[in-house]
């Protein structure tokens, strides 16, 4: 079973006991001071955000009991100030539902991306580079390809994570033959590394939250961390080993570009600034995409937080391509 596309849904339709993974939970209260839960309800095709209002610290507690499962909802479609809302009626646990099927999942099957990533890795050319590269991608494999790029906004589904790492290296390959003074070694590994930290950091890709450490270290701290670890295992000792592993460290330390960003360095190579830009450009494209998923041409979707809270526009008609 799918979720129900609402944009074809009219005014005051209800949908009853809809099956869907409740993948989070927040709450706040609304200008009369009532208590409402923000649900999101989730499949294989994306997801869904329902409020249920009106409600009381029971009712949170009841349902905060059922996030990370599949549950049955009813709610029926409103709209107000031109955006579509969701009325939660009433949840309820589902029985006899296996979970793999509410789960969305990379548009790129695991199989196809181990393949093509591994191609990628082939073409790292110095030795130091290649081992280290090697190993964590090793050490990693397995949650490399099944966790999430992200507990929210961006890849923020099973295999998010190596399908956002794929693109990075499309465009750093794309990129590299545009500006070949950049080192194409340096910049893949850097594409390889900047998140891997994440397989630490996040608890999985189901209700994906944050760990301990993911909250205490984040995953650029576990990286850089990882990255001395595997040093030291392999050996690497020499001069221009050492350099070299502090350049891999400099790059994950720097990918996010600014410290406001919550880099704890700036980008002080080419490599580095390029790595920032190529993650940024993956990211925000992906946002952007889900967002418009559903809007109407001639129409804007609802502000988006994490792309500076703007409302993204659909024109009415686009140019063919040539």
């Given at each position: 079973?799918?979720?129900?596309?609402?944009?074809?849904?009219?005014?005051?339709?209800?949908?009853?006991?809809?099956?869907?993974?409740?993948?989070?939970?927040?709450?706040?209260?609304?200008?009369?001071?009532?208590?409402?839960?923000?649900l999101e309800l989730q499949d294989s095709t994306g997801t869904l955000n329902a409020k249920l209002w009106q409600a009381n610290q029971e009712i949170l507690q009841q349902?905060?009991?059922?996030?990370?499962?599949?549950?049955?909802?009813?709610?029926?479609?409103?709209?107000?100030?031109?955006?579509?809302?969701?009325?939660?009626?009433?949840?309820?646990?589902?029985?006899?539902?296996?979970?793999?099927?509410?789960?969305?999942?990379?548009?790129?099957?695991?199989?196809?991306?181990?393949?093509?990533?591994?191609?990628?890795?082939?073409?790292?050319?110095?030795?130091?580079?290649?081992?280290?590269?090697?190993?964590?991608?090793?050490?990693?494999?397995?949650?490399?390809?099944?966790?999430?790029?992200?507990?929210?906004?961006?890849?923020?589904?099973?295999?998010?994570?190596?399908?956002?790492?794929?693109?990075?290296?499309?465009?750093?390959?794309?990129?590299?033959?545009?500006?070949?003074?950049?080192?194409?070694?340096?910049?893949?590994?850097?594409?390889?590394?900047?998140?891997?930290?994440?397989?630490?950091?996040?608890?999985?890709?189901?209700?994906?939250?944050?760990?301990?450490?993911?909250?205490?270290?984040?995953?650029?701290?576990?990286?850089?961390?990882?990255?001395?670890?595997?040093?030291?295992?392999?050996?690497?000792?020499?001069?221009?080993?050492?350099?070299?592993?502090?350049?891999?460290q400099h790059l994950v330390l720097s990918h996010h570009g600014k410290l406001e960003f919550g880099s704890p360095k700036v980008p002080m190579m080419m490599e580095a600034?390029?790595?920032?830009?190529?993650?940024?450009?993956?990211?925000?494209?992906?946002?952007?995409?889900?967002?418009?998923?559903?809007?109407?041409?001639?129409?804007f979707s609802q502000r988006v937080f994490a792309l500076e809270n703007r409302q993204l526009y659909k024109p009415n008609h686009m140019p063919t391509d040539f």
């Open positions: 079973m799918q979720l129900i596309d609402v944009q074809k849904l009219q005014d005051g339709t209800t949908v009853e006991n809809q099956a869907c993974l409740l993948s989070s939970l927040t709450h706040g209260t609304a200008n009369n001071g009532q208590l409402y839960l923000n349902i905060a009991a059922l996030v990370g499962t599949v549950i049955e909802a009813t709610f029926v479609k409103n709209t107000y100030r031109n955006q579509t809302q969701l009325k939660v009626l009433k949840i309820q646990a589902a029985t006899n539902v296996a979970m793999e099927q509410f789960i969305e999942q990379a548009p790129m099957a695991p199989e196809a991306m181990q393949l093509e990533v591994a191609q990628y890795v082939a073409t790292i050319q110095d030795q130091t580079t290649a081992r280290v590269i090697q190993s964590l991608m090793t050490k990693y494999h397995d949650q490399f390809y099944k966790f999430p790029a992200a507990s929210k906004n961006h890849h923020d589904y099973m295999g998010g994570l190596a399908f956002h790492t794929l693109c990075m290296l499309r465009l750093a390959e794309q990129l590299h033959g545009l500006y070949p003074i950049l080192n194409r070694d340096y910049l893949y590994a850097g594409v390889l590394l900047h998140d891997l930290g994440k397989v630490i950091e996040l608890s999985g890709p189901i209700a994906t939250e944050y760990t301990i450490k993911g909250k205490l270290l984040g995953h650029i701290t576990i990286m850089v961390s990882e990255i001395e670890l595997v040093a030291q295992q392999l050996g690497l000792v020499s001069e221009t080993e050492q350099e070299i592993i502090m350049i891999l600034e390029m790595l920032h830009y190529l993650d940024n450009i993956d990211a925000k494209m992906m946002m952007m995409e889900r967002a418009l998923q559903g809007v109407e041409p001639g129409t």
